[in-house]
């Protein structure tokens, strides 16, 4: 890229002050978001999904995520007509490294990510017994690492498989929408890194978002609705094939 | 991923719940077992049982002092497990565990037995020397009265808490098996069926347990094992365990009967990963066994020392059993992916803190805080010289 | 009642449980943590520490501040949907001790220790000083045929080829400019120029 000193001299100053508020550590530096605003989910487009593994490895590298578990990762699913019940599934390593090249054959192929879905109603806020893990004003589910005591209870729990303890801080672990990144107005480092925007990050009480038209415009699912979690990571196109 | 069959979520290949975990619930269940037949004393009075009152609650105080152990060697922080007296959250039954264990250990158990033996309690601390001497008159709390009128309201009192540690026992075992049946997320666990199942099992464990310490307490102290005791111990075992049995029968035919989108899952899992624990050990030797065994001795009339063999095996078949009833449960819940399109394998380490190891000391450990209770608070009267008439 | 002298020692076994209460109730006030239930169920000042999180991804919007030249020729073509860090990796990421070749013999001694400089911030920022401090620059090799090798998983629509078949080898920034890869859609800029700036990038 061509870029001069002198350019240099007068686009860094910009830049310092547009990166004051990311910069800023404390949600106080942030004045302008209140939880009580916002109610988050997440909308994935499973036909824009080609399972490059961009997201599973943003999201390890935003939020120091430890190797064989995960916070998020992409599956891929093979259902042929004569086992409709039965797909084949695949996440090597969670999909991280993209995925093995498939042959054509008369089944159908899809992707499909995952990540914790923030339930409205989550069974694991339910059985956590000392109240380290919870529903945040916002929508969000988190974990308080300095209060979870590491009983597995809550990943147990989970219909969706999306927690894990982890190996060396020995407390639960999941998603956490990237908390930090969308109180201060960026979005989440999987959709951030998602070059089809098969995944885009919603806040179901902001009326200008475009989550609106979508429910509107399509069919769209959460996982394991028979568990009425009120889960709210919402797909489009989901198969039906879909565990 | 090694040890994976067909696909399992990434995150759920590794099992957090170890055998610890399984221990925990077999070691409480052996509580409020040992406590039941304690209750049949004193509650219900069936005095053939009398002889095995004292050390059932023994066995019941020395395996309820180590059940909180398991799960310290488990969390990821214990230290913080002082959180759940401080801040239980009310919508869990794991958070019930502090209160319900408290209040069994110290209102129930250790209360009733303090009313039990607080005669030989305060006569002990003025007969013997040193730091038995002060061990005892600490338990005297500082009252040396054992009139008749204040023995007589320690009957009353402790027939009183024997009858609110009845719901407490099956509370305090019941709870674990709420833990599990309120998971909708695992169908091998979600079931009202669940804390039943347990505490029935639980009951059988501990009669059985107990049953086998007083047979290998008595022979130990060349003493006659008194027989009547013994035939009614074991005929309480077997109707208990067919209520038992017809439970779990129950739970496995509503499950292949309904057919839901777990069966083949799980039918799968149990005749694959789960056929030696469940099968063959838990169902086959465990359960089908004893229970024709003890079903013929009552109805044949067999000669003691055949009985005294029988019940030996029958009761050592179903400590095994329940163990692995428990092992089914908590192991083999986890053994299958909870999209049902896969199994993972469970290899229990030899020497790490969930490990084997630590699992055996967990069993042995109660038996030497028995012994130590035993010492303290004999549950046998004097020593008499009378010595066993018939071998066995 | 008139037995209840013979009752004494229920009382001071109840006094137990009065004192161990009090205990409990005294050490429960200190230990409690003061944020507690202050939102709900949980340490209130967990949202706060949560929030305050390091951040990694810069966010595609503060790239295009200054590279306005490349945001202007992504815009208009394929990849416009395609973040900048999509590709060039976090922006705020911790840079690995071998970044920075050591200067001295002590820098030497800890790298060779693999210990890492102990000058370094924990976070590096590109936008602070964009000279010395770049993202590593994509192997198009293996970044390219991440998402475009040829599926029969990946959805019809999407642009995919087998890459030995397509280029025989030959990296695909020699054709393609990565920021508008259709060839001949990109105007600002030719497909030399392209490779020029990647070479230029290059370090």
Redesign the interface.
Known sequence: ???SRRH?LV??P???V??KH?LA???EDSPNYR?SDHWWGMLIDI????????CVR?CQ???DVPDG??RT?V??Y?VTDTHLE??????P??GK???P?????EGK???VP?MCNHCADS?CT????????????DGVV?I?P????????C???????????HPT???ADKC?LC???I??G??T?CC??????ARQLADLKNPKDPIHEFLKMHAVQVLKPQ?ATGAKAFYNGLDGSV? | MSGVEGYMYPNEVTLYWSVLIVLYPYITGLVAGAFILASLVRVFRVQAVAPTYRLALLTALAFLLVAPLPLQFHLGHPERSPEMYFTPHATSAMAMFGYVYLWYLMAVLVFEIWLDYRREIVLRSQQTKGLLRLIYKIMTLGSNNISERSLHIDERVGWIVTLIGIPSAFLLHGYVGFIFGSIKANPWWSSPLMPVVFIFSAMVSGIAGVMLLYMATTKLRKQAIDIHCVDTIAMYMFYIFIIDFSLEMLDLVHRIYEADESFRSLDFMVHSKLFFSQIVLQIILGTLLPLFLLFLTQVVKFSEIVRKRIYIFCGSMIMISVFAMRWNVVIGGQLFSKSFLGYTTYKVDLVTKEGLLVAIGFLILPLLILWALVKLLPPWPAQSSHQAASGD | MSGLKDAGHLFRFLGLFVIAFLVFWVIRGFVVPKSFGEYGHYRGAAIAEIASHPIKFAGHQSCEQCHTDEAGTKAKGAHAHVNCEACHGAIFQLQPAAAAPPENLYQRMLAFAGLRLPADPPLVKHADDPMSVTPVKPDSAVLCARCHTASAAKPKGFPQVDPAEHSGGVPCATCHNPHSPVIGSDTTATAAAGTTAAAGGAN
């Open positions: 890229m061509n870029i240099i686009l860094l910009a830049a310092a547009a990166w990311v550590g404390t949600p939880m036909p824009k999904c080609i399972g490059c593994g961009n943003a590298t935003e939020n578990f995960f990762w599956e891929r093979h039965n797909p084949e599934v695949i996440s390593d969670g490294e993209g995925f090249i498939a042959k054509e054959d192929y899809f992707f995952k069974p339910q059985v956590c017994p000392v109240g380290a893990t919870f529903v945040a004003p988190l308080d300095k209060y979870c005591l590491g009983c597995a209870y990943v147990q729990a989970c219909p969706y498989g999306c927690r894990y303890i801080k020995k407390v956490t908390y930090h990144r109180t201060k960026l979005t480092a951030e890194a998602c070059p089809t925007g568990m565990r």
